[in-house]
């Protein structure tokens, strides 16, 4: 009989014991993911090996990379890939950029505390999480509505709350807010939108890519008192820019 007992009582510990493994991630996630594995270690890596060897040097990017945390900006499934050396679908035939990409492009903009600055393309929501460590005043437009929705409760919910998005075509640019002191587009028109130019600050930087798929590069363009200087920064890959820049000659 106490034998019986006995062995009730370790079946019954042992399934306690079962189910709270079992329901664990569960409520971890639930209450935000906060407890979760925040892939400090891969961050630090990727600062180290993406960016700094290859001449990423200002301080104030480089810590913007080590504090956001893109794997909470990839799908679920695609988290343990987040912080490697390239993009990654984030669905609609759209990508989150390089690591390396996005820290060039924020270090191209050269920006001051408290610049106003333009994003056009929010996809994720990654790129303007780290110009938000930059700056509080960051604007960022995304033509598809879903994407544009779901980066605005991934950048509330992580504490990017500065951050404002808007779902619209960026050919526009953000009339309303303008002048920028800067502009960055992350997906890649064949010609510089006019809008985006006049939307720019005297002394303004807009960091872009520019041409079609497969033959583009990245560019700076900077307005200065005798007007718009042009530079080729690097070759690169980026999603076309959709809406109506397709449609001007
Ligand atoms: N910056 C993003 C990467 C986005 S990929 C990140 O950090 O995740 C480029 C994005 O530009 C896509 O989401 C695409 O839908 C968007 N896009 C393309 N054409 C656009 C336009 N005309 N206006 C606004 N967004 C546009």
Redesign the pocket.
């Known amino acids: 009989m106490r034998m019986e007992n006995i062995l009730a009582a370790v079946l019954a510990a042992g399934l306690v014991f079962i189910l709270v493994a079992l329901l664990r991630p569960k409520l971890k996630d639930r209450r935000g993911g906060a407890d979760m594995y925040d892939f400090k270690t891969e961050r630090e890596a990727m600062i180290s090996r993406q960016l700094k060897d290859r001449g990423i040097n200002d301080p104030l990017v480089l810590d913007a990379m080590l504090k956001v945390p893109r794997h909470e ?1 990839v799908p679920e499934k695609m988290r343990g890939r987040a912080y490697e050396d390239h ?1 990654l679908s ?1 669905g ?6 390089q690591p390396y990409i ?1 820290a060039y492009m924020t270090q191209a903009l050269e920006l001051k505390a408290g610049a106003k600055v333009l ?12 110009l938000a460590c930059l700056t509080r005043n960051v604007f ?5 509505c879903e ?2 929705q779901a ?1 605005g409760k991934t950048l509330a919910r992580l504490g990017y709350s500065s951050v404002r998005t808007r779902c ?4 526009k640019g953000w009339p309303e807010e303008a002048p920028f002191d800067a502009i ?4 890649a ?1 064949e010609q510089v ?1 006019q809008p985006l130019l006049d939307q720019l600050k005297p002394g303004g930087r807009l960091v872009m890519p520019i041409g079609p798929a497969l033959a583009q590069d990245l560019i700076l363009i900077r307005r200065t008192p005798s007007g718009f200087k042009r530079e080729t920064l690097l070759p690169v890959i ?8 397709k449609k001007t000659p």
Do not use: K, N
């Open positions: 900006f993009p984030i609609h035939d759209q990508t989150i950029s996005v994003e056009i393309g929010t996809g994720s929501g990654y790129q303007a999480a780290v960022s437009v995304e033509i598809i994407l544009a980066a619209a075509d960026g050919y960055i587009l992350t997906a028109p939108p980026f999603v076309p820019m959709t809406g109506e820049v």
